[in-house]
């Protein structure tokens, strides 16, 4: 079966530091992968999209970058973070010509201090 | 420019009775629709989906609607259960698009025991 992980569960970090947050897929193979960001009483925006190694989409123009070193992996970067970039951060997953829906990660609660 | 609109940012319902959640959209090519529901903290989770070529879908308590004309969208529950309060995402997607799925904002449901 497919499972999806996202680390770490939750992260405080100070303004103007760095960020690298981690999602691994398993049990499928060349999957889309999406980082989608929840903001307080807001709903999910599109970050990045991914459709294959090295290949990434961005939705939004931000502080933020993606990366997609292997396969089954998406990392979610900042050089410096920003007192805006607070939020809850989620990685989805889908398989290419499979059923419409994402499967989601936990997310990753990250607050900017 | 808002694709996808959930205009109730909460609602509140008696244990027992039915729970209707409304989504709006304004792209006629979408040809999928979503339901995600969301708890605190965790990623959102697949509820219910329908396509276009339907405008009915029924999964146990939970029944989704489609009105292609009026672009509108919408979750029925019933009989709503106080563990059925959550965030509900309503979500759309069209075929061929690696993008694959635009969200509402969310709407808060609170199920009174």
């Known amino acids: 079966s497919q499972?999806?992980?996202q680390w770490p569960a939750t992260l405080v970090q100070p303004v103007g530091s760095p960020l690298s947050l981690e999602c691994t897929v398993e049990g499928t193979s060349n999957p889309n992968l999406y980082w989608y960001r929840q903001a307080a009483g807001?709903?999910?925006?599109?970050?990045?999209?991914?459709?294959?190694?090295?290949?990434?989409?961005?939705?939004?123009?931000?502080?933020l970058s993606a990366s997609r070193p292997q396969d089954r992996q998406f990392i979610l970067?900042?050089?410096?973070l920003l007192l805006s970039?607070?939020?809850f951060?989620?990685?989805?997953?889908?398989?290419?010509?499979?059923?419409?829906?994402?499967t989601f990660g936990s997310g990753t609660r990250l607050t900017v201090v | 420019d808002q694709q996808v609109k959930q205009n109730s940012p909460s609602l509140s319902v008696q244990e027992g009775r039915i729970s209707i959640l409304n989504c709006d959209y304004t792209?006629?090519?979408?040809?999928y629709f979503l339901w995600y529901k969301k708890y605190p903290a965790e990623g959102p989770t697949f509820l219910i989906s329908i396509s276009s070529i339907k405008d009915k879908n029924e999964d146990g308590r939970f029944t989704v609607f489609l009105n292609k004309s009026a672009k509108?969208?919408?979750?029925h529950i019933v009989p709503s259960q106080p563990g059925d309060s959550?965030?509900?995402?309503?979500?759309?997607?069209?075929?061929g698009s690696a993008r694959q799925l635009t969200f509402g904002s969310g709407t808060q449901l609170t199920v009174l025991p």
């Open chain 1, 3 to 5: 499972t999806i992980h």
């Open chain 1, 42 to 63: 807001r709903g999910l925006q599109l970050l990045f999209y991914s459709v294959g190694i090295g290949q990434i989409s961005s939705e939004v123009p931000q502080n």
């Open chain 1, 77 to 80: 970067s900042s050089k410096k």
């Open chain 1, 85 to 87: 970039d607070s939020g």
């Open chain 1, 89 to 102: 951060y989620l990685c989805a997953w889908r398989r290419v010509g499979g059923a419409y829906g994402y």
């Open chain 2, 27 to 31: 792209n006629s090519m979408f040809d």
């Open chain 2, 72 to 75: 509108h969208l919408s979750l």
């Open chain 2, 86 to 95: 959550a965030v509900y995402f309503c979500a759309v997607g069209e075929d």
